[in-house]
């Protein structure tokens, strides 16, 4: 199993946790690389979004479906059924956006005992003090309680991540960058180069120590090995 996050160095004085993002990265990709990104139809052509109108009418028929299931996944089957019903409805019908790429792969995270991992909203700051959504959802890493807690995320409260803040954008085929890389990665979601990324913590469920242990049962091939 991964490395637990609160274990920072090795005992050769470099950190794990470029080893573990990678990790974490092989084992989403190779269960969902094939997923197929509703939003992402958007780039496309009107031609092109002509000749794939059947394949796009599905896929966000698919992805309006899962939605609907996972809102009344606690209700149904409490907290496990949350992240059973997420992982499975991905791992079955292949469709999902960002926020739902980037729930399992946190979720990953969790099952292999990376806990200080969340995901976040991108939003852009401009000179003048202005902001705006990116429309965007991602993986980061080590982002301090400070910023990351539970009236954070009821506030929603827009916070400036450190140059070094390391992400895991599974959306984007896995792509691993730090904040101060991250400007031209996100000018494809509108990011202008004289703007400021912010982050915007996400309130969702937290799997309880029990929901994590049915989870490795229930999906061994995400219990990653040294």
């Known amino acids: 199993m991964i490395n637990n996050f609160n274990n920072n160095f090795t005992f050769t004085g470099k950190s794990p946790l470029t080893k573990n993002i990678k990790l974490v990265k092989k084992a989403y990709m190779a269960e969902f690389r094939d997923v197929k990104k509703p939003a992402s139809f958007h780039q ?42 997420l ?52 993986i980061a890493f080590k982002v301090p309680k400070s910023k990351n807690n539970i009236t954070t995320k009821n506030n929603e409260t827009l916070f400036e991540p450190t140059p070094d803040t390391r992400i895991l954008d599974l959306y984007l085929d896995g792509k691993m960058i730090k904040v101060k890389d991250a400007k031209k990665v996100y000018s494809l979601f509108g990011l202008k180069v004289s703007e400021k990324l912010l982050f915007r913590p996400e309130r969702t469920y937290e799997p309880t120590v029990e929901t994590i242990e049915l989870l490795k049962k229930a999906y061994p091939q995400f219990v990653i090995k040294k």
């Not at 960002?98 to 909203?121: L, P, Q, R, V, Y």
């Open 44 to 85: 496309l052509s009107p031609k092109e979004q002509l000749e794939k109108a059947e394949e796009i009418k599905e896929a966000n028929m698919l992805l309006k479906v899962i939605r609907e299931f996972n809102k009344m996944s606690f209700a149904e089957g409490g907290n496990f059924e949350v992240f059973r019903r």
């Open 87 to 138: 992982i499975g409805m991905m791992k079955t019908f292949k469709v999902g956006n960002c926020a739902e790429i980037a729930e399992t792969g946190k979720t990953i995270c969790h099952m292999n005992g990376i806990k200080n991992s969340d995901i976040f909203t991108l939003h852009a700051k401009s000179k003048d003090g202005k902001t705006r959504p990116l429309d965007h959802t991602i």
